[in-house]
């Protein structure tokens, strides 16, 4: 601008100075960079810049020298903020981890760094504080946003000993939290180490692209001398220096990977790194397990069948008082299904459990058993024979209550599909999967019912994780076929996650991000992420080699007519600007839908 003005103001000498000065400024710590590239055995695509500028001041092309001085400068600084614009959602993330804590000790309360709580520990979790460490609601209740790990904006109500994951806002009072697991356990130290391994992963298109992109000094060389030689014209072969740059090869892709990665983070979808988004994006096959992942895992009161003289409340309300202390995986899904329907449960006395069988215990006088058919059965209930067929109920739970030696009530309990499960196989077709499939250890009639409502033709059933491998393996060996999803709880389903091209992890509510062995990992309990996943990765692969076929074309045309004479060295390192600010701005294009 300095020289600009002296240029306007005649005194052509010292534009001439301000311009080579301000050109020296950049060649000095980008010789250094250079020579370091040299000796790290990188050829260093800076070098086509730094060959620009010292051909540009050695043939007095002063202006020249200083846009693609400001050019190199200018691009550094805009790669600069295109990364951290890519990156703010995963870097929010990252930021957003809690520090500190507020622990009871005793009647007081000590704020103390959130890596000395231990499970057992009740902390207050203030209002607009984040929550320190997964744990579970002490008092009557808590309003918490789980916005950073889901992407759902509105608030939610925590009852009562139910389940709170770290990481989330209190929007509402302060409540008490019971520790359950340690902070580095926690839910959000996982998303935290997922979202720091994200960010140093590079995708093999961009590892191909930093390949083209050393070959591009020798290219570039040669045709800037191919022009010098034949028209006898040296500023042609300086022309050509300063429209050829890789930017384009060297930029573009990882601002659109990261992106990508960043607007997956705003849905609530972790994404391990871009190797992992560009083969989400390639991904051809999807292989869905049942239980944890198109459903919640988590058996509910469908339906209470009347025995007896009790309703089905006051049946529900005695089964679930007395399983309040038992181990059972069903004790819990009854004692919610009570507490959602209001009823107030009662302290059962005289329990004995025997595992995996049934629970007996006294609630307001009464002697309650809980259990299979055949535990009451062997107990002398003569009508548990009679209780209606499991063939009334394939794949479900059931649950019998005795009262007093009287059969009282049948409790039908059962899995259901996650949100967005039912419309999950359109999705994914729409994203351009080939090939579908329901993968389960449940029995057959089970699975099949699960993959009619979930729209899924294909089913594998009677799945162990060996067999879950095989298949696996099988659709991997197909080329058409690849490349290859397994979705699953990120449990069980580990060496499935682990084998296939792309491992999904659902973890949604009340789960931990458990398995290391997946690419992605799923924070809401929404089977729509699945498909949202596939298809930012198909954009951002997309975009990424749009933005560099667009940039390479772009300098491509510019240098043969640099060659040809038509495009002066100023106006050609005023196009390059323009090509570099045009693939950036392209590739932050995957920020978005």
């Not at 001085?69 to 600069?80: Q, Y």
């Not at 351009?432 to 089913?459: F, K, T």
């Not at 491992?503 to 929404?526: L, P």
């Not at 729509?528 to 298809?535: E, H, T, V, Y």
Request: aromatic content about 4%; charged content about 20%; some cysteine.
């Amino acid at each position: 601008m300095a020289g600009g003005v002296l240029w306007l103001a005649g005194e052509q000498g010292w534009a001439n100075l301000v311009w080579a000065v301000g050109a020296t400024a950049v060649l000095v710590p980008l010789v250094v960079s250079t020579a370091r590239s040299l000796l790290r055995g990188d050829v260093g695509v800076d070098a086509i810049a730094l060959v620009a500028i010292v051909w540009a001041l050695a043939l007095g092309e002063y202006l020249a020298a200083a846009i693609v001085a400001l050019m190199m400068s200018g691009g550094a600084a805009l790669e600069v903020w295109a990364a951290g614009r890519a990156r703010r959602e995963l870097q929010l993330l990252v930021e957003r981890a809690p520090r500190t804590a507020h622990r009871y000790t005793g009647d007081a309360i000590e704020e103390v760094d959130v890596d000395e709580l231990r499970p057992g520990d009740v902390v207050v979790v203030r209002a607009g504080e984040v929550v320190p460490a997964d744990g579970v609601v002490v008092g009557d209740g808590a309003v918490v946003d789980e916005s950073a790990l889901t992407g759902e904006p509105l608030p939610v109500l925590i009852a009562r000993s139910d389940r709170v994951r770290s990481g989330t806002a209190n929007a509402g009072d302060a409540f008490d939290l019971r520790v359950v697991a340690a902070a580095a356990e926690s839910a959000y130290a996982s998303v935290v180490r997922l979202v720091e391994a994200a960010q140093t992963d590079r995708a093999d298109f961009t590892r191909m692209a930093d390949r083209y992109a050393a070959l591009f000094l020798p290219f570039t060389l040669t045709v800037a001398g191919l022009a010098w030689l034949l028209s006898g014209d040296s500023v042609r072969g300086l022309a050509v220096m300063v429209v050829a740059t890789p930017c384009p090869l060297i930029l573009a892709a990882p601002i659109a990977f990261v992106a990508g990665l960043s607007r997956a983070a705003r849905a609530g979808v972790i994404v391990k790194g871009a190797g992992a988004l560009e083969r989400l994006g390639g991904a051809r096959t999807v292989l869905l397990d049942k239980t944890g992942t198109l459903t919640l895992g988590q058996p509910e009161v469908e339906r209470i069948v009347p025995l007896g003289s009790l309703t089905a409340d006051e049946a529900l309300r005695l089964a679930a008082s007395v399983d309040q202390l038992s181990v059972h995986v069903l004790a819990e899904s009854l004692v919610h299904g009570a507490s959602r329907r209001g009823l107030e449960l009662a302290r059962p006395t005289a329990v004995s459990e025997e595992p995996g069988l049934g629970i007996e215990g006294v609630v307001g006088g009464h002697r309650v058993e809980v259990g299979s058919g055949s535990w009451l059965a062997s107990r002398g209930y003569t009508a548990a024979d009679e209780a209606p067929s499991d063939r009334d109920d394939p794949g479900k739970a059931r649950v019998l209550v005795g009262v007093d030696g009287k059969l009282e009530a049948l409790i039908v309990m059962g899995d259901r599909l996650r949100p967005g499960a039912d419309s999950l196989a359109q999705a994914l077709r729409e994203t351009g999967v080939a090939h579908l499939a329901l993968v389960s250890g449940d029995h057959e009639d089970v699975a099949r019912e699960v993959a009619q409502a979930a729209g899924i033709d294909h089913v594998y059933a009677d799945r162990t994780p060996e067999g879950k491998l095989d298949v696996v393996r099988a659709a991997r060996s197909r080329e058409e076929l690849r490349n290859v999803v397994m979705v699953g709880d990120g449990i069980n389903d580990a060496p499935a996650l682990a084998l296939a091209d792309v491992g999904i992890a659902m973890a949604g509510k009340g789960a931990t991000i458990s398995s290391e062995t997946a690419d992605v990992v799923i924070t809401v309990d929404d089977a729509s992420r699945i498909a949202l996943s596939l298809r930012i990765g198909r954009r951002s692969l997309h975009i990424a080699r749009q933005s560099v076929a667009l940039g390479l074309g772009l300098s491509a045309g510019a240098m043969g007519v640099a060659a040809l004479g038509y495009l002066p060295p100023v106006w050609g390192a005023l196009f390059q600007e323009v090509v570099d600010v045009t693939v950036i701005l392209n590739a932050l294009r995957a920020l978005h839908d």
